[in-house]
């Protein structure tokens, strides 16, 4: 298969004004990564899928990421005078990146037998802007799992034709697989009026006493 | 009350109209979870007319632990026993999978015994796993009994194997990053050598008695057609493509372990029907037969696990990777992100068995309730994978 770079300029070349960035992986598996921007996001997929050369018609993972803001801190060694002598210093610069989510595609080819090309993309946020374009329409084996990573990590995919939850329940609200996310104490709380449990129903609940009058049930002293 | 005879013919029925006639008009039904047919809980979502299936929506989640989360709570080598929960049935691949993509993750070797001790507890487990598709899928038929005990009779010899090595029939957690926990001694290799000697008889008996019957063709060929352009797209693996004539199994395509030391043929099907992942069950057992004794005559002494790795306190470089295996039922993927620390910061399972499930509906379309049971039961789906 050619390499990354050759990919990246060919695509480049066939979908004008497209963003592409080469994400560097550190480990000893080399795989590295094409982050490609949210609006060409399909053209670039079509691309991949189409090319006489590449014809990554399979695309075996799909999967999302969860990143929370943090900060990249990088010492870099410069050179400096210092009392009229150059001496090298370390300097850190301390770098903030704000959280977002992240949705990752293995594609490999069926026919040439070669693989794997990853792109990914990034939401503008972890909240009202998580939207991703859905690339179900390119590869149909990514609908069940878009709906996975919309289910657990609550990216929206524009164009998905049947987003619904897959693995939680309809009703459920969170999304579980968030770094931030916390577990309620019981997913099947049913109050019972007695002493502590009663405390605790109290707070799950709003008081309804023209329904049950259960707010007048006091603790056995 | 109890109803008589003559109440029932006494009671005013309601006049026959033709607006209470069935035609045109969609049933809906939900099949499962509590069905014996669905191979755990699973439900499927069916919009009837009559008899003949226009709209069928799968629904699950019903074993969903949150598997992933758990894995990133934990440390690497601590989702090790956590990987045989998810395929039960195969717990050897699924180690071998996340062994793998953790090995690729942080670069280490693994020594030439383990290679080869990993490739025929993979084909044991395969074989043990198509066995026992063939027979619960002839139980779904209604054939009740016979073959399933035919086939489990198999499965128990090298599930036995599988015990007298890693201690555990089902749950093996056996593979270790850099190799394997317990090196097979003389007595297991022949006792496997055996086992794969009388292989081929079972499989002959096997066909004999199911692949040429009557009634299980006139049950499987031409229902559930799946043509090889969407099987490719909806990213389905393992027999199931196969039976659409696609020629693509990671073990020829990616060459892991020691696969390209061995000679073996990719059985291809030609309609894409049921009958056809039916028998591409029935004729790699008989490739993984002749992997395991290329295997058995190959395998030297040795050392079972890499020294250098560190077991206690592993932290495998910062970055990120996928591995992937050609499990009993497909291709099954792990994709870590590492940051660093000792438990993954990603760690991802790409399930056969969830994915081969995308085109349910596209092939169930048209056919009839009763063949809906028999289309599910040849795609081979374990829950514990499938919800995760």
Redesign the interface.
Same mark, same amino acid.
């Given at each position: 298969m050619e390499a990354l770079e050759q990919i990246k300029s060919r695509i480049e070349a066939a979908v004008p004004g497209v963003k592409i960035e080469i994400v560097a992986n550190g480990s000893p598996s080399q795989q590295h990564s094409l982050k490609i921007d949210n609006e060409h996001a399909r053209d670039v997929a079509k691309f991949l899928r189409d090319d006489p050369v590449l014809r990554l018609d399979f695309c075996s993972n799909v999967t999302g990421v969860d990143w929370l803001d943090r900060t990249v801190k990088k010492t870099v060694k410069v050179k400096k005078l210092v009392d009229g002598e150059e001496k090298e210093v370390a300097e850190t610069t301390e770098e903030k990146i704000s959280g977002y989510l992240e949705a990752v595609y293995h594609l490999y080819s069926m026919t040439h037998k070669h693989g794997p090309v990853i792109i990914r993309m990034r939401t503008a946020d972890r909240a009202e802007k998580a939207c991703l374009p859905s690339l179900t329409p390119i590869w149909r084996s990514a609908e069940f799992q878009e709906r996975e990573i919309f289910d657990l990590y609550g990216i929206r995919f524009d164009g998905h034709p049947d987003l619904r939850r897959i693995l939680m329940w309809d009703e459920f609200e969170d999304h579980p697989m968030r770094k931030d996310y916390v577990q309620p104490d019981d997913f099947e709380w049913e109050p019972t009026p007695h002493d502590a449990v009663l405390a605790r129903a109290k707070q799950h609940y709003a008081p309804r006493p023209q329904m049950d009058g259960a707010e007048n049930i006091a603790a056995p002293q | 009350m109890i109803a008589t005879v003559e109440t029932l013919e006494a009671m005013e029925r309601p006049p026959v109209t033709m607006s209470s006639r069935l035609e045109g008009e969609l049933l809906e039904v939900s099949m499962g979870p509590q069905h014996p047919s669905t191979h755990g809980v699973f439900r499927m979502n069916v919009a009837l007319e009559g008899e003949v299936v226009r709209k069928l929506k799968p629904v !699950?989640?019903y074993l969903?632990r949150?598997h992933?989360?758990i894995g990133e709570h934990t440390t690497y080598l601590g989702s090790m026993p956590y990987t045989d929960r998810l395929d039960y049935f195969c717990s050897m691949t699924n180690n071998w999978a996340y062994a793998l993509s953790v090995e690729?993750?942080?670069?280490i070797e693994v020594p030439e015994r383990a290679e080869y001790l990993r490739v025929i507890l993979a084909e044991l487990t395969r074989l043990q796993n198509h066995a026992s598709l063939l027979g619960f899928l002839l139980s779904d038929m209604g054939a009740w009994g016979t073959p399933l005990m035919y086939a489990f009779r198999e499965r128990e010899k090298i599930l036995d194997l599988f015990e007298s090595l890693a201690g555990s029939r089902m749950m093996c957690d056996y593979m270790r990053f850099g190799g394997c926990r317990v090196d097979a001694d003389d007595n297991w290799l022949a006792g496997t050598r055996k086992i794969a000697d009388r292989f081929p008889k079972f499989l002959d008996e096997f066909d004999e008695l199911i692949l040429g019957n009557e009634i299980v063709m006139a049950r499987t060929q031409n229902v559930g057609k799946l043509s090889a352009d969407?099987a &490719?797209?909806?990213?389905?693996?393992g027999p199931m493509l196969r039976a659409c004539g696609?020629n $693509?199994d990671v073990r020829?395509?990616d060459g892991y372990g020691f696969y390209p030391r061995f000679k073996f043929r990719i059985p291809l099907g030609e309609h894409g029907d049921t009958y056809d992942r039916l028998m591409m069950r029935a004729l790699e057992m008989r490739e993984s037969v002749q992997i395991l004794k290329q295997a058995l005559a190959q395998i030297q002494p040795g050392p079972i696990v890499n020294p250098k790795v560190k077991i206690r306190a592993f932290r495998?470089?910062?970055?990120?990777? $996928?591995?992937?295996i050609e499990a009993p039922k497909g291709?099954l993927?792990f $994709?870590l992100?590492?940051d660093g620390g000792p438990n993954p $910061?990603?760690y991802?399972v790409?399930p056969p068995s !969830? &994915?081969n499930?995308?085109?349910l509906e596209d092939m169930c379309l048209g056919h009839t309730v009763a063949d809906v049971m028999v289309i599910l039961g040849s795609v081979d789906i374990v829950m514990g994978e499938v919800?995760?």
């Open positions: - | !699950f989640g969903h949150n992933e989360q690729k993750l942080s670069g969407l &490719i797209s909806a990213g389905i693996t696609v $693509y020829k395509a495998p470089p910062i970055g990120e990777a $996928y591995g992937r291709e993927g $994709y992100i590492s $910061y990603r991802r790409r !969830f &994915i499930l995308t085109i919800d995760r």
